[in-house]
T-cell receptor, first 114, second 116 residues
């Protein structure tokens, strides 16, 4: 069974640009989560999508946004990139709400903003 | 919101020794507590988790204990091996009122080094 897949694996952007990161969840999983792992700051919850709807978002500015498609894949968009957006962006998936769900992470997308 | 504190930030042990990492959480509504292991440049991998209806769970050399009253939980690794060297993260979440187990609040991580 394929795990959570993310693309691209690495990318470099210039401050002020926009970036789109992509995620395909494990087959059968309807929930997708995005996390940011910046150096020295641990993992911070960004967004949660389930059944195509945004269910919750973390304490991030509106320039961080995303969506979930009918096939449950997801995109994370970051506009007006800032240097501090440099981080590993992790996508995770689970079978959705409900007791007993475990989330599984993808390998992440390394974003460097210069 | 939830706040998770993790200690120690670094832990160095000799191969064969035990390692203990401790976390405290602030939100008494949290009811799911996973532990993740992250090797350098790799994704976090779930190694064990515990839900609030149990006080202890064990999987081979790894065990987790939960004290709901004190709002703390701990990871215990026995008979450590060099391949246990990694960053370990604790986390907490709840599944109630529209939230999800997947909205995890993580501790800051513990760098575990096991010396041969």
């Amino acid at each position: 069974e394929a795990g959570v897949t993310q693309s691209p694996t690495h990318l470099i952007k210039t401050r002020g640009q926009q970036v789109t990161l992509r995620c395909s969840p494990i087959s059968g999983h309807t929930s997708v989560y995005w996390y940011q792992q910046a150096l020295g700051l641990g993992l911070q919850f960004l967004l949660w999508y389930d059944e195509g709807e945004e269910r919750n978002r973390g304490n991030f500015p509106p320039r961080f946004s995303g969506r979930q498609f009918p096939n449950y894949s997801s995109e994370l968009n970051v506009n007006a990139l800032e240097l501090e957006d440099s981080a590993l962006y992790l996508c995770a998936s689970s079978t959705g709400q409900g007791y007993g769900n475990t989330i599984y992470f993808g390998e992440g997308s390394w974003l460097t903003v210069v | 919101g939830e706040n998770v504190e993790q200690h120690p930030s670094t832990l160095s042990v000799q191969e064969g020794d035990s390692a203990v990492i401790k976390c405290t959480y602030s939100d008494s509504a949290s009811n799911y507590f996973p532990w993740y292991k992250q090797e350098l440049g790799k994704r976090p991998q779930l190694i064990i988790d515990i839900r609030s209806n149990v006080g202890e769970k064990k999987d081979q050399r790894i065990a987790v204990t939960l004290n709901k009253t004190a709002k703390h939980f701990s990871l215990h690794i026995t008979e450590t091996q060099p391949e246990d060297s990694a960053v370990y993260f604790c986390a907490a979440s709840q599944n109630a009122g529209g939230t999800s187990y997947g909205k995890l609040t993580f501790g800051q991580g513990t760098i575990l080094t096991v010396h041969p």
